[in-house]
């Protein structure tokens, strides 16, 4: 397991690849990168992400050693990003193996689900007209959660 916060650009191809290198012992791998969506009716110029050092590598950790024993993963991988990003910018990545398909896409899909409503990041929207709004919680996000 490998939980990564860090302000600099990842390669998700790269970070997929020496995530499954060498492993013959799972027969799936699951990965999904968010990136930042600027929408055609209200743009965004940049998203500003803010997070507590320390507090928030725990809570991430925590989130992914649940999924590690829930559907008994052999590894797993969370890359998130902070600062200021721009659109297109990848702001994270999961990354799930196990010895079947359905453990690692269901891991993956309750990681990114628990990343979006309960990991302690703060999202900032910058507009182009200079205007910046903080992100609030969606009660899709929210609603996503009671799958798990």
């Given amino acids: 397991m490998r939980v990564v916060v860090q302000p600099e ?5 790269a970070e997929a690849s020496a995530f499954a290198a060498g492993r013959s012992d799972i027969g799936a ?3 999904f990168t968010g990136v930042v969506r600027s ?6 110029m940049a998203m500003e992400i803010e997070h507590y050092p320390g507090m928030t590598e725990r809570a991430i950790t925590g989130i992914v050693q649940t999924a590690m024993d829930r559907w ?3 590894d797993a991988l969370v890359i998130h990003r902070f600062g200021r990003l721009e659109p297109g910018a990848p702001i994270m990545m999961v990354a799930t193996a196990a010895a079947h398909r359905a453990a690692a896409f269901e891991a993956a899909d309750f990681l990114m689900d628990y990343l979006k409503s309960r990991a302690p990041f703060w999202k900032k929207e910058h507009r182009a ?3 910046a709004t903080w992100v609030a919680a ?3 996000d929210e609603a996503a959660l009671d799958r798990w």
Avoid: N, Q, S
Wanted: glycine share 14%.
């Fill in 29 to 31: 791998v699951v990965t």
């Fill in 39 to 44: 929408l055609e009716d209200d743009p965004i």
């Fill in 138 to 140: 969606k009660d899709d």
């Fill in 129 to 131: 007209d200079g205007g």
């Fill in 72 to 74: 008994d993963l052999a």
């Fill in 9 to 13: 650009p990842f390669d998700a191809g």
